[in-house]
């Protein structure tokens, strides 16, 4: 059993910064996937990045690639999103995730499915 929870959301203008952070407790956080997701009022969560659980896999959705970085802090139980050159439609509730998924090093997009613990999700509201 793996608790998250999700801090560091709020409001920037466009072309401004946020780093969101992962803070897990129970099971050894080193074996998961993890991975951040985001979600707007009725669309379904969406994959924005992921990182194998030895640090060597990531990967980002075209809309995350060269402006998003996903890392794991070393030695302790913890997830950050990066998020630079923020655009008006990165406004979501932005989700933390862990899964066991093998699918975790392969290019594709994952679903809410491979993912077993989820955050409660934290807001990021980014103004024009």
């Known amino acids: 059993q793996v608790r998250l929870v999700e801090s560091g959301g709020g409001s920037v203008q466009a072309g401004g910064s946020l780093r969101l952070s992962c803070a897990a407790s129970?099971?050894?956080?080193?074996?998961?996937?993890l991975g951040w997701f985001r979600q707007v009022p009725g669309k379904e969560r969406e994959e924005v990045a992921r990182?194998?659980?030895?640090?060597?896999?990531?990967r980002y959705t075209d809309s995350a690639k060269g402006r998003f970085t996903i890392s794991r802090g070393t030695g302790k139980n913890t997830l950050s999103l990066q998020m630079n050159t923020l655009k008006p439609e990165d406004t979501a509730i932005y989700y933390c995730?862990?899964?066991?998924?093998?699918?975790?090093?392969?290019?594709?997009?994952?679903?809410?499915?491979?993912?077993?613990?989820w955050g409660q999700g934290t807001q990021v509201s980014v103004s024009s």
């Open positions: 995730a862990a899964g066991l998924s093998p699918a975790c090093t392969d290019d594709i997009p994952l679903q809410e499915s491979n993912f077993l613990y």
């Open positions: 129970g099971d050894d956080f080193s074996i998961y996937c």
């Open positions: 990182v194998s659980w030895d640090s060597s896999r990531s």
